[in-house]
């Protein structure tokens, strides 16, 4: 079973441009997770989307968004973007349930540096 | 307030040594998840272990074993025989209950775990 794919791996942006970075779920897994990992905040929650639905949210300012298709891959949009967001940023996808937590695998991330 | 707690930043051991890794939590909740995930140096987070808050059961899975326990909020994680393959840096996660969906992992801090030759 192929595992959780991320496209791009690696990104160079300037100040002010958005950027929109790409999941894909393992098959039959209908939850998609999405985390910045820095080295001053560390791993934090940005949001999930379950079925087109975002279902959680992190505590990030709206620049942050995302989506999620009817195949389940997911894409995440940063708009205006800023020296900070300069990250590690991990998709994890998951069985999903309402009343039970599944194990969430992680795909390799994209790493994005603002400059 | 929901945390997680990983005191130990840097633990460095000599190859065949045992070693545990502490991990504490907060939380109110009854229902909660929690999870231990190791990071090697290529970035890729790989899940490790599960444990719902009704399951006090200790596992072991060949070197790897945990300990959790309920009445010291904590969940400890120890690698027998340490090998330099172990060497990552390890966390420690929290999921709670939260309306609508229980996906949203808290993350300890981590533990970067160097096994030397």
């Known amino acids: 079973k192929a595992g959780v794919t991320q496209t791009p791996r690696y990104l160079i942006k300037t100040r002010g441009q958005q950027v929109t970075l790409s999941c894909s779920p393992i098959s039959g897994h209908r939850s998609v997770s999405w985390y910045q990992q820095t080295p001053g905040q560390g791993l934090q929650f940005l949001f999930e989307y379950f079925s087109e639905t975002q279902r959680n949210k992190g505590n990030f300012p709206g620049r942050f968004s995302g989506r999620q298709f009817s195949n389940s891959r997911s894409e995440m949009n940063v708009s205006t973007l800023e020296l900070g967001d300069s990250a590690l940023y991990l998709c994890a996808s998951s069985l999903a349930g309402t009343s039970v937590s599944y194990e969430q695998y992680f795909g390799p991330g994209t790493r994005l540096t603002v400059t | 307030a929901q945390k997680v707690t990983q005191a130990q930043t840097e633990i460095s051991v000599v190859e065949k040594e045992d070693v545990t890794l502490d991990c504490v939590y907060e939380?109110?909740?009854?229902?909660?998840?929690l999870f231990w995930y190791k990071q090697p140096p290529s970035g890729e987070l790989v899940f490790l272990i599960r444990?719902?808050?009704?399951?006090?059961q200790n596992e072991i899975s060949g070197r790897y074993s945990w300990n959790f326990q309920k009445s010291t909020s904590s969940f400890n994680f120890t690698i027998t025989a340490s090998q330099v393959v172990d060497s990552a840096v390890y966390f420690c996660?929290?999921?709670?209950?939260?309306?609508?969906?229980?996906?949203?992992?808290?993350f300890g801090a981590g533990t970067r775990l160097a096994v030397h030759p």
């Open positions: 444990r719902n808050s009704f399951d006090e």
């Open positions: 996660a929290l999921i709670l209950r939260p309306s609508g969906g229980y996906n949203k992992l808290i």
């Open positions: 939380t109110r909740d009854t229902t909660y998840y």
